[in-house]
């Protein structure tokens, strides 16, 4: 390791009215030589550092060739020093390396480059940390690493990431990630460009944040703020703005894994209807038990071929008469969603890699699964190859099909140097922005048939992601610490710029199905943009393995639940719309408007949601009383008793039955939830009867 390097340091202090003072200033340290390059802003929480030194007298900015880590360090030639920008040029062994930064009070550009930098393959910085500072964003996961591990047993961290690192390359499953992060310091920090990072938050030194960046360059932009939520909504507009979809998607959803096609449904009742039991079962009992649903998806397999996705055709054993089944959904105010994947399969495989439209897969443990399966990836960069697969997504569209969800496209994608993309770049710059590609060609198809009127719901994204889609929290983990990571995402994804998100209700796997993580998920869910309930092992509240199978009390908290969210979609969708004119999530961490409020940052189970609703979800077992903290400058309605106001700026305990989620409203809102407790009963009312799915079935319109 050698040195040319510059101390790279940005001091984010109070500005006190100086009308000749510069934002931006540089000079050299007296003491260690070091050059310093300053920024004063007005409204920052309190100072900050872009490191000047460390323990081992290293610098602050530095890039990598193949054979060194070189940092930046000398007398520069300053080719200029205003009150708001910088720009400085070192010259040293035949390279010319510059340094720019510009801006205003709220928001600096910086850049990073060299001449020539052909031989380069990475750049990094080093940022001061002060001992209390608050980290948080950059991606979905609880811990980095293998999804298992955001839902690992005593797992103390919650949204604060200091004291972790963070590798910013997109992994399966949770996979919403951005190289944004928040500081409590009055700070946010975005890298632009797809090319894969790295950060260590104070875990390698507890005074340090160390950014790395591979590429030749490296930019960002630095915001600055006393108030979070100045720098969310930056940061959100600057990737969005955020895509809306139609009211509708704010409505309840229900899915299953696998949709087998039985002779009988769940109690033994002969099927007579000719489409899908289960999803006949699942709408004549939602339909009986007045449990709304809005949306239903099908999830892979659903088409032919052996892995259930060939040719955009359908399985007709599976799904009988499948054109007939849409429009009898159509009939009750049900639309339908279907799975898909970047890759394609059967026939339309073997003419993607005769035209040359997939790329190789990575290899990883999904490479042999891939290769068995003979699927094609495809190369959304290439506009044919995009354009024909498009033509396939049109069929389904044109059958009534009202958006997808949008599967695998972060675990057989490539990520080394060697492999090119039809744009000419490396699968690895490629590798974080594939997801982007695959939901904007989605995106692109869908609004030409419905504009304005369909959805499209990835689980994996990117910066830019936001613009074409809603999202779903992957595989995440059936046990009480699956919830507790739901819990954590749908605040993360909030703060990176993703506001409109939803996970599995009870979990995608990992164990059997929990009935009481599931009631209080369905609780939680209620408060998420998107409710959609499933997969449940493939079964239904009314369909347990173990006693009692029909479970009278889970079903009536899942009408409960989607009743209320029902309620809720005029409101989500409004909050929905103001998040993409103004980047502000509806899921917001309550330190996000409440950052004076030390209570505001510890306390991740509360949340509100919109302007209005605070509430605070509950994870573990067992659990019969809760206590949360109430911030401060409000009072606050407790909707399950309305008689009971209180006031902000205190920790306040409540009784908290399986059924129950504490919620409050801002007390002066329009907000009126109703009778909670009359609701639940009537639900348990309703649930204690259970349906005859013979009458039922004798009941319908099979046009």
């Known amino acids: 390791m050698r040195f040319i390097g510059l101390i790279f340091c940005i001091s984010l202090m109070v500005l006190f009215s100086c009308a000749n003072q510069k934002l931006v200033d540089f000079k050299v340290d007296s003491e260690t030589g070091f050059p310093v390059i300053s920024i004063t802003y007005s409204n920052a929480v309190k100072p900050v550092i872009f490191l000047a030194n460390n323990a081992q007298n290293e610098g602050s900015i530095f890039f990598e060739t193949g054979d060194e880590k070189i940092w930046i360090n000398g007398q520069p030639v300053v080719k200029m020093n205003s009150e708001n920008s910088f720009i400085a040029e070192w010259k040293t062994e035949g390279r010319s390396i510059k340094v720019n930064i510009s801006g205003d009070k709220t928001k600096y550009y910086f850049n990073f480059s060299a001449y020539p930098d052909t031989d380069i393959v990475k750049w990094g910085f080093n940022l001061a940390a002060t001992p209390d500072e608050y980290f948080t964003g950059l991606f979905e996961h609880v811990v980095d690493g293998d999804q ?92 969005g703005p955020a895509f809306v979809p139609p009211k509708w998607a704010f409505r309840p959803y229900r899915w299953r894994d696998t949709h087998t096609n039985k002779p009988v449904y769940y109690d033994g009742t002969a099927t007579n209807a000719p489409f899908n039991s289960m999803l006949v079962e699942d709408i004549l009992m939602m339909e009986a038990l007045d449990i709304p649903c809005r949306v239903y998806w099908i999830d892979r397999p659903w088409a032919k071929g052996p892995m259930g996705y060939d040719d955009f055709e359908w399985d007709s054993e599976r799904f009988p008469n499948a054109q007939e089944m849409i429009h009898w959904l159509n009939s009750k105010n049900i639309d339908l969603l279907l799975w898909i994947a970047p890759w394609v399969d059967g026939e339309m495989s073997s003419f993607a890699r005769q035209e040359g439209y997939d790329v190789p897969f990575a290899v990883n443990r999904w490479t042999n699964w891939a290769q068995e399966n003979a699927l094609s990836l495809i190369d959304f960069t290439n506009p044919e190859a995009k354009k024909w697969w498009q033509q396939g997504i049109a069929k389904m569209l044109k059958q ?304």
């Open 148 to 239: 298992k591990k955001s839902w690992e047993k005593g797992i103390k961290t919650a949204l604060n990431l200091r004291g972790q690192t963070v590798e910013m390359l997109i992994k399966p499953t949770l996979s919403l990630y951005t190289p944004f992060y928040l500081s409590s310091n009055g700070y946010g920090l975005f890298i632009e460009g797809t090319w894969p990072g790295y950060y260590d938050f104070c875990k390698t030194n507890p005074e340090i944040v160390n950014v790395q960046f591979e590429g030749p360059s490296l930019e960002g932009i630095l915001y600055t703020s006393k108030k979070p939520a100045e720098i969310v909504k930056s940061h959100a507009l600057h990737v």
């Open 400 to 703: 009534g099909i009202k958006g997808f969800k949008l599967d695998r496209s972060e675990e057989i994608v490539p990520e080394t140097h060697d492999i090119i993309f039809a744009n000419g770049k490396t699968a690895r710059e490629m590798r974080n922005a594939y997801p982007v590609e695959y939901v904007r060609a989605t995106n692109e198809i869908c609004s030409t048939i419905y504009p304005d009127d369909f959805v499209i719901f990835p689980r994996a994204g990117y910066s830019g992601s936001s613009r074409y889609g809603v999202f779903w929290g992957g595989d995440i983990g059936s046990p009480a610490e699956g919830l507790r990571c739901a819990i954590i995402a749908a605040q993360r994804s909030s703060l990176i710029g993703f506001p409109l998100w939803g996970s599995d209700i009870g979990g995608y796997w990992h164990g059997d199905m929990d009935r009481e993580v599931t009631a209080r998920w369905l609780a939680f869910g209620c408060f998420t943009p998107i409710f959609e309930f499933g997969p449940t092992e493939d079964r239904a509240p009314w369909d347990m393995r173990s006693e009692p199978n029909y479970d009278a009390q889970l079903i009536a908290i899942w009408r409960l639940y989607a009743k209320l969210h029902d309620q809720l979609s005029d409101y989500s969708y409004a909050n929905a719309v103001k998040a993409k004119e103004t980047g502000m999530p509806l899921i917001r961490p309550l330190f996000l408007e409440y950052a004076d409020q030390p209570a505001a940052w510890q306390d991740w189970q509360t949340f509100t949601y919109g302007p209005d609703i605070l509430v605070s979800a509950i994870w573990q077992k067992n659990i019969h009383e809760h206590t949360f903290y109430l911030p401060a400058g409000s009072k606050w309605v407790d909707a399950w008793d309305k008689n009971r106001i209180y006031e902000g700026g205190q920790n306040i305990t409540v009784e908290t039955p399986l059924y129950k989620i504490p919620i409050f409203i801002k007390e002066g809102s329009t907000i009126d939830l109703g009778d909670l407790n009359a609701l639940y009963r009537e639900s348990l009312q309703i649930a204690g009867n259970k349906p005859d799915l013979s009458s039922l079935e004798k009941m319908q319109n099979w046009k």
